[in-house]
């Protein structure tokens, strides 16, 4: 599976950006799709997670209430819709696809390159 991410930019914070993240190749192999953020100097962590089939979500903490994740099926696409961003909020978002569950950040060994989100005070 190849995963193609984009939507990345630079936003003030209180405000919103969308990502997207477009699947092609197997993707009838893929069971869960999530998105995971890497900050300057930190390790990369995980921010979402939907079920490929079904409506099944799960968050951390840090985004809960204010990212939604949402998938097209028709158009093999995931999106990540962030609200109310924080400087924090300020990575590398990177798309990743699981094949053996969804709701275990571990399971997640597909990915794309990422995209910068940058949120200004």
């Known amino acids: 599976v190849q995963l193609q991410a984009c939507g990345g930019g630079l936003v003030q914070a209180g405000g919103s950006l969308r990502l997207s993240c477009a699947a092609s190749g197997r993707t009838v192999s893929i069971y869960g799709m999530g998105w995971f953020r890497q900050a300057p100097g930190k390790e990369r962590e995980f921010a979402a997670a939907?079920?490929?089939?079904?409506?099944?979500?799960y968050y951390a903490d840090s985004v809960k209430g204010r990212f939604t994740i949402s998938r097209d099926n028709a158009k093999n696409t995931v999106y990540l819709q962030m609200n109310s961003l924080k400087p924090e909020d300020t990575a590398v978002y990177y798309c990743?696809?699981?094949?053996?569950?969804?709701?275990?950040?571990?399971?997640?060994?597909?990915w794309g390159q990422g995209t910068l989100v940058t949120v200004s005070s």
């Open positions: 939907i079920r490929w089939s079904g409506s099944s979500t």
């Open positions: 990743a696809a699981a094949k053996l569950g969804w709701g275990r950040p571990e399971l997640y060994d597909n």
